[in-house]
């Protein structure tokens, strides 16, 4: 029987603490990054920049679990609005052209935020 390592990555975010949640959990080979949205400062911002700001995030938690963007093997997204999908893809294929990984887009009725255009649940393993 063998046990399995697990390491917990915080984002030091006040509602990992409120919500009882880590930013990710690297479980042996494999990384799950919770539902990551764009930081406040992109509050006015487009679905393509969030897009961006959120693949940014993303990248460095796959980093800091010691591991690349190519380990991703999988993408949920979630939209507010369907019609940001050609926006949202854009900035995804920009990221995960070569990488390909299995992905779905989901349009959602509400995020946390109002302001909130997209999130992304990530999953990746070496």
């Known amino acids: 029987m063998s046990l399995t390592t697990k390491v917990k990555i915080s984002s030091g975010g006040a509602y990992e603490s409120v919500f009882g949640y880590s930013r990710a959990v690297?479980?042996?080979?494999q990384l799950h990054i919770?539902?990551?949205?764009?930081?406040?400062?992109?509050?006015?911002?487009?679905?393509?920049?969030q897009?961006?700001?959120?693949?940014?995030?993303?990248?460095r938690v796959v980093?800091?679990?010691?591991?690349?963007?190519?380990d991703v093997v999988r993408t949920v997204v979630y939209v507010r609005d369907i019609n940001d999908a050609e926006k949202?893809?854009?900035?995804?294929l920009e990221t995960f052209?070569?990488?390909?990984?299995?992905?779905?887009?989901?349009?959602?009725?509400?995020?946390?935020?109002?302001?909130q255009r997209v999130e992304i649940e990530t999953y990746a393993i070496r």
């Open 26 to 29: 690297k479980a042996d080979n």
């Open 34 to 49: 919770s539902g990551t949205c764009a930081t406040p400062d992109f509050e006015k911002a487009d679905a393509y920049e």
């Open 51 to 59: 897009t961006k700001s959120i693949l940014n995030t993303i990248a």
């Open 63 to 70: 980093q800091q679990a010691d591991m690349e963007m190519e």
């Open 88 to 92: 949202v893809a854009k900035a995804h």
């Open 97 to 115: 052209g070569t990488i390909r990984p299995a992905s779905t887009i989901v349009q959602v009725d509400s995020m946390l935020r109002t302001w």
